[in-house]
């Protein structure tokens, strides 16, 4: 899966949205639904790091096993300390990629079948840019 940067100072501007006291079905929506409780900031609930967080657009089939499908935006933080099984965005022989950090047996795996690990050899170009911590997709093909 390959990976793209979207503009860092995205991290920093607040979004506030409006959050709803009851749940939304998802059927008709309830005319309670008239009376917002507070303003969501998704900033404050995705963004713990944002001087170190970044957005990342990925491409390819590689990942969808993960949750994560060609097109989506994914929150990067350089942050977070890798560990064994975590989603990262990582350089690898100078080509971005995204996938399943095996610390055990040095290599990055793909949460596909269709794609073999991509080991990471002692005379690797190897970096992990982040840890990839959410990911958003858009439901509308059109919008992409």
């Not at 917002?36 to 998704?42: A, E, R, S, T």
């Not at 713990?48 to 949750?67: D, I, L, N």
């Not at 290599?107 to 840890?131: H, R, T």
């Amino acid at each position: 899966m390959h990976a793209v940067r979207v503009s860092r100072h995205q991290a920093r501007a607040a979004f506030h949205a409006p959050l709803f006291i009851s749940q939304v079905p998802a059927g008709f929506p309830s005319p309670a639904d008239d009376y917002m409780d507070k303003k969501l900031d998704l900033n404050e609930h995705f963004i713990k790091h944002p001087e170190a967080t970044f957005y990342c657009r990925v491409s390819g089939q590689s990942m969808t096993g993960a949750g994560i499908f060609d097109g989506d935006l994914l929150i990067v933080d350089r942050a977070v300390n890798p560990a064994h099984g975590d989603v990262i965005l990582a350089a690898l022989n100078g080509e971005l990629t995204c996938k399943i950090l095996d610390m055990r047996n040095r290599q990055l795996l793909s949460a596909s079948d269709n794609y073999p690990p991509l080991p990471i050899e002692e005379d690797s170009d190897f970096q992990i840019e982040g840890v990839v911590i959410n990911s958003i997709r858009s439901h509308r093909v059109c919008s992409r």
